[in-house]
């Protein structure tokens, strides 16, 4: 089975995500799109892996997150915004994404996941696993985009990113790859989210 590690946004995050998608439906009245072929928005901490089990990826990102409530008193929330679209190459495909500028909290939280998980050895790292990735909301990618790429990508730098909301680091999910698509495995909360 195919796992990754990452965040889901809040509501206000992913009405931007959906109204960015909105946008360049109605501009460029791209077929998946209109047929309501759209990806769960989330940021990605962890690279896709395969494994037999998640039962060790589990256990170590419920670890962490226990750590991460006992180190802030489970009251600090780590947050980030979003400031634009971006687009870059992965295995030849074009990927248009929305620009997650994280927090400094999230990026040590975050590195502190990395080494985590580095330091067990059950869970094999590529090379997006870097202090230095590129944090996003993937929008379109390869065929979803239909050659129209470079066009949307400019269209969508010319949108005033400044008002979109900021979010927050509240809580960790594996998520499950599958044919049908991707589902949430399990989610852990990094704050108390009764107060």
Do not use: C
């Not at 870059?88 to 994404?97: A, G, M, P, S, T």
């Amino acid at each position: 089975m195919r796992y990754y590690i990452g965040l889901v946004p809040q509501e206000e995050i992913a009405q931007v995500y959906d109204s960015a998608l909105d946008g360049i439906l109605k501009e460029f009245d791209l077929e998946k799109l209109k047929n309501g072929q759209r990806r769960a928005p989330h940021i990605t901490l962890k690279s896709p892996y395969d494994a037999e089990s998640v039962l060790r990826t589990r256990q170590l990102v419920s670890d962490f997150a226990r750590s991460e409530r006992e180190r802030f008193g489970g009251s600090k929330s780590y947050t980030y915004v979003i400031e634009g679209v971006g687009m870059f190459k992965e295995n030849e495909q074009q990927v248009l994404y929305l620009k997650v500028t994280p927090s400094p909290g999230m990026l040590d939280s975050d590195q502190r996941l990395l080494a985590r998980l580095g330091r067990d050895g059950s869970i094999p790292f590529s090379q997006y696993d870097t202090p230095n990735k590129t944090l996003h909301v993937t929008l379109l990618r390869g065929a979803e985009l239909e050659d129209k790429g470079e066009e949307i990508f400019r269209h969508m730098g010319r949108f005033d990113w400044s008002r979109t909301p900021v979010g927050k680091m509240d809580k960790i999910t594996i998520f499950r790859k599958e044919m049908a698509g991707t589902l949430v495995d399990m989610s852990y909360p990094l704050r108390d989210l009764r107060g």
